[in-house]
């Protein structure tokens, strides 16, 4: 999985977005706002946005920065307040992970109701790529491993949270291939168990980085 760092001007800044182009043969399971769901895609792009971000048409502006990078056919949108410069990419055996982590307002999924959150900046893009075909169900089994995973590397990051409200994840593997389906990614089966180690190590370490980020604001 390799990702391109393209840069665009937006109101004023400069930002970055990461770019997997794969091409045609692969099938892909994401929560994104713009290509979500499961079924073939060709692209997989990560665009940074401004903190006060207020756009209330998120998946048009996807398309239109996608039609900006040439991309044709169908393709997965993701968007985040995080520094997508500092993407962070870790690899276990042939599984790869890439995370962008950004924790300003880290949040508890089961939360009280009626607490809203003070603001949605920050969020934790996921994009994995297996090698091996999933059944359909393999595809639902390995996001909730992905963010299991996740979790995990947030909390021992010293974050009280288990991510943000906005986090999304995207799950990549081979559309057309003589192997059969895997047919489980659960934590403790052999391809889940990859999934797991390569996204705890990216988002933790990327959970890392930008806690040392926000001490060196509080020391300056």
């Given at each position: 999985m390799r990702l391109d760092l393209n840069w665009?001007?937006?109101?004023?800044?400069?930002?970055?977005?990461?770019l997997w182009h794969p091409g045609p043969g692969y099938r892909m399971i994401s929560t994104a706002v713009l290509g979500g769901g499961l079924g073939p895609r060709e692209w997989v792009l990560n665009a940074q946005v401004p903190a006060a971000y207020a756009r209330t048409d998120p998946a048009g502006h996807l398309r239109g920065l996608a039609r900006g990078l040439g991309l044709t056919g169908p393709g997965i949108g993701l968007l985040t307040a995080a520094q997508v410069s500092d993407l962070v990419e870790r690899q276990d055996e042939e599984v790869q992970a890439a995370a962008t982590v950004g924790l300003r307002v880290p949040t508890w999924a089961a939360a009280p109701p009626g607490r809203p959150d003070p603001e949605?900046?920050?969020?934790?893009?996921?994009?994995?790529?297996?090698?091996?075909?999933?059944?359909d169900a393999a595809f639902v089994n390995a996001v909730a491993t992905a963010t299991e995973a996740k979790v995990q590397a947030v909390l021992e990051a010293g974050f009280a949270g288990t991510g943000t409200a906005t986090d999304a994840v995207c799950i990549a593997a081979p559309a057309h291939t003589r192997e059969p389906e895997e047919e489980f990614a659960g934590p403790r089966s052999a391809w889940g168990a990859r999934i797991?180690?390569?996204v705890h190590a990216a988002v933790h370490a990327g959970a890392v980085g930008y806690a040392a980020t926000l001490d060196q604001g509080r020391t300056q």
């Open positions: 665009r001007s937006e109101d004023g800044e400069r930002l970055p977005m990461a949605l900046a920050g969020t934790i893009n996921l994009i994995v790529a297996l090698p091996v075909p999933l059944t797991a180690r390569a």
